[in-house]
């Protein structure tokens, strides 16, 4: 008898500390890596903690809710913030169609520490809200971005069209659209030990850039990831020129790397590198 009260005493220690470890009175929860949170207000995906406001998500982190709407918390020293990677030397700012750019120094280049967020017919916003154009910038067909003709008969989203060597597109001036070789030249500074033949598709920069340099701090949800895709000038000629290149940034996987031939209809967003 006096095992079986011990072995039933010992059950109930162990529950009520399952318990205690799980949750609180107020709901809260232990869920790395987001740490302990109220799960009756906020959840926890990628990472990131996220809470509701008027029924649109936003991130703990650097926004908050007031009286239903969202606001960004972070204050332009933190946009584009970067580790000892990149000195506050080398950042700077820059005002373009009224928004202020952060902008951060990799290796010889200059980059936008943010997506373009510049209002042109034809952009569009994540989900189609306002709001989210502050958050994740605007997207852009290809045509659209390097302000080349959209309509007939010489439509550059299906035929080939003449770019610069550095295309400013929408870009504000003194910047430029980058080609492919500046995103590989922006790899291979950024993770050396991906300088092989395949170092657009086998390399580490994708994490390096999002978690030491600040360069990706935005993505946004598409097919169960957060991702950024970036345009570059590079074009694909199949009979019509219908295609380019794109850089892709995710959380789940740790490469920048290179998607060719998409459809130049295609919606994206764009980072501009200094002349």
């Known amino acids: 008898m006096k095992i079986i009260i011990w072995s039933l ?18 709901g809260s929860s232990s869920n790395e890596p987001c740490g302990s949170y109220n799960t009756s207000l906020y959840r926890c995906e990628m990472g990131e903690l996220i809470g509701k406001c008027k029924g649109e998500d936003y991130y ?7 009286n239903g709407v969202i606001v960004n918390t ?22 373009y169609g009224g928004q202020t750019y952060k902008t951060i120094k990799i290796g010889s280049q200059i980059w936008m ?10 952009s569009e916003c994540y989900d189609n809200s306002e709001g989210s154009c502050d ?30 060597a550095k295309h400013q597109g929408i870009c504000p001036d003194g ?23 395949q170092v657009s598709t086998n390399n580490n920069a994708g994490k390096k850039l999002r978690e ?15 991702r950024n895709f970036y345009w570059t000038t590079t074009q ?10 794109r850089y892709t940034i995710s959380y789940s996987d740790s490469r920048l790397y290179y998607n060719s031939k998409v459809a130049k209809r295609t919606k994206n967003n764009i980072r501009c590198v200094k002349n």
């Not at 703990?60 to 007031?66: H, L, M, T």
């Not at 584009?80 to 080398?90: A, M």
């Not at 994740?136 to 299906?158: E, H, I, K, Q």
């Open 9 to 26: 005493a010992s059950l109930s220690l162990t529950i009520l500390f399952m318990l205690s470890c799980s949750s609180d009175d107020n």
């Open 113 to 122: 520490a943010e997506n373009l967020n510049y209002g042109i017919s034809g």
């Open 135 to 164: 958050r994740y910038g605007r997207f852009y067909d290809w045509a659209t971005a390097m302000v080349l003709p959209t309509t007939s008969p010489n439509y550059c989203n299906n035929y080939e069209c003449v770019v610069s």
């Open 175 to 197: 910047w430029h659209i980058p080609t492919e070789g500046e995103w590989v030249t922006l790899i291979k500074y950024v993770d050396p030990a991906s300088a092989t033949s």
């Open 212 to 226: 030491e340099f600040g360069f990706a701090t935005q993505l946004y949800y598409n097919e169960g990831d957060r």
């Open 74 to 95: 972070r204050s332009s020293d933190d946009k584009g913030n970067s580790s000892s990677s990149s000195s506050d030397s080398d950042k700077d700012s820059f005002v």
């Open 236 to 245: 694909y000629i199949s009979g019509t020129g219908e295609s380019a290149g």
């Open 60 to 66: 703990i982190a650097y926004e908050q809710c007031n």
